[in-house]
């Protein structure tokens, strides 16, 4: 197993003023830094906690094996998002594949107070935000492929169309196109069950 460079004084990490593989010098702290994004988007993509936890480790270790040619022609962020995306995209593919799929539920109640705002709710404020939540994530769920991907990053990982497009390998233009119709049909499928 590659042992992961030592962190410490004089070691840089991800800073701005930095470019390609200096970026990532640190891998510790880029760890640090990007992991929870990568799990979130992750989480969000397979509903799946056991799942997104590898995706998340298979996309660092990807990350890791191959930080000697990140050029830095895009943000680490956006290198490790599209690592991710294709990993997803994989994990994916291959349970279509599988004889029988498992039934993929909307994230855990436990999980759902991440996305609330901050401020005191009553109980019932709360119920409500919970259903709301999860009217948009069965929703989401049941969104084409490419619509998904590009929904997550957007309001999940608040990624800019930019950011969407490098990581995807879409066109701004097609990001927009699936961002739209997703924002469409999630809205539509939202206002059926109200």
């Not at 390609?20 to 994004?37: H, I, N, S, Y």
């Not at 291959?94 to 709710?121: G, H, S």
């Amino acid at each position: 197993m590659e042992e992961w460079p030592a962190s410490g004084p004089g070691r840089r990490g991800c800073l701005p003023h930095e470019t390609g593989a200096a970026q990532l010098e640190d891998f510790e702290a880029v760890v640090r830094t990007w992991r929870p994004k990568i799990f979130r988007f992750a989480l969000a993509s397979t509903y799946d906690r056991d799942a997104a936890e590898t995706l998340t480790q298979d996309c660092f270790l990807k990350a890791y094996r191959s930080r000697e040619w990140f050029r830095g022609d895009s943000s680490v962020q956006t290198w490790l998002m599209q690592i991710a995306v294709n990993l997803v995209r994989d994990w994916a593919r291959n349970r279509r594949l599988q004889f029988w799929k498992r039934l993929r539920t909307a994230p855990e109640p436990d999980a759902v107070k991440d996305w609330m705002p901050d401020r005191e709710l009553s109980p019932e404020g709360q119920a409500m935000v919970r259903e709301q939540v999860a009217a948009v994530w069965a929703a989401a769920g049941r969104l084409p492929e490419r619509q998904r991907t590009v929904f997550l990053l957007r309001f999940v990982e608040d990624m800019d169309l930019l950011q969407i497009a490098a990581a995807t390998g879409m066109r701004e233009g097609t990001v927009k196109t699936h961002l739209f119709r997703a924002l469409q049909a999630v809205r539509e499928r939202i206002g059926r069950t109200k």
